[in-house]
T-cell receptor, first 118, second 111 residues
Framework: GAVVSQHPSRVICKSGTSVKIECRSL??????MFWYRQFPKQSLMLMAT?????????EQGVEKDKFLINHASLTLSTLTVTSAHPEDSSFYIC??????????????FGAGTRLSVL | LAKTTQPISMDSYEGQEVNITCSHN???????ITWYQQFPSQGPRFIIQ???TKVTNEVASLFIPADRKSSTLSLPRVSLSDTAVYYC????????????FGDGTTLTVKP
């Protein structure tokens, strides 16, 4: 199997606080993890690519100082939303890439984190 | 990154076979085609992946023509629980393995 655990599943916070979201690959090592953001009734939007031991690569328009990504080990990546504001309220989803022999890498997704900033 | 185009929505009835087609005219030689299913407030779930011809697993089949400019996900005998959004992704040939999600197809299965 390929299980990706994302925690917390839901968080409600006050404006100005920081929120950390964890993404763990439970039964495989992931050199690359991805962070997405999804607004209601819209598709997933890639925010950044997280590589173990190096700095994350952010997509155009995504503030790296706002969304801090750390990928300290082969099984854990974290996304910290700093000084969160109501417009940061969204559904955040991580994925981890698993290499399978005979096919290209497949992304396995966490269950997502619903962030609500008051 | 190859852009994908899918129908926005499809309706079906329980027990029917559903075919969802995705266009990806700019697919690169090294790109694979991967399909995901997403339920509301959940992360996408891997369904199937292919490179060319036909791939079948326990839940679906994927048909890819020789020119690879499109692909068709086939769901046999759908049930109400198959109501979800289905995404086709093309990628991993370049750009560090990242893929871009298109708009997806919302499948509604009716009783």
């Amino acid at each position: 199997g390929a299980v990706v655990s994302q925690h917390p599943s839901r968080v409600i916070c006050k404006s100005g606080t920081s929120v950390k979201i964890e993404c763990r690959s439970l039964d495989f090592q992931a050199t690359t993890m991805f962070w997405y953001r999804q607004f209601p009734k819209q598709s997933l939007m890639l925010m950044a690519t997280s590589n173990e031991g190096s700095k994350a690569t952010y997509e155009q328009g995504v503030e790296k100082d706002k969304f801090l990504i750390n990928h300290a080990s082969l099984t854990l990546s974290t996304l910290t939303v700093t000084s969160a504001h109501p417009e940061d309220s969204s559904f955040y989803i991580c994925s981890a890439k698993k290499a399978i022999q005979g096919s290209k890498n497949i992304q396995y997704f966490g269950a997502g984190t619903r962030l609500s900033v008051l | 990154l190859a852009k994908t185009t899918q129908p926005i929505s499809m309706d079906s009835y329980e027990g029917q076979e559903v075919n969802i087609t995705c266009s990806h005219n700019n697919i690169a030689t090294n790109d694979y085609i991967t399909w995901y299913q997403q339920f509301p407030s959940q992360g996408p779930r891997f369904i199937i992946q292919g490179y060319k011809t036909k791939v079948t697993n326990e839940v679906a089949s994927l048909f890819i023509p020789a020119d690879r400019k499109s692909s068709t996900l086939s769901l046999p005998r759908v049930s109400l629980s198959d109501t979800a959004v289905y995404y086709c992704l093309v990628g991993d040939g370049t750009n560090a393995g990242k893929s871009t999600f298109g708009d997806g197809t919302t499948l509604t299965v009716k009783p």
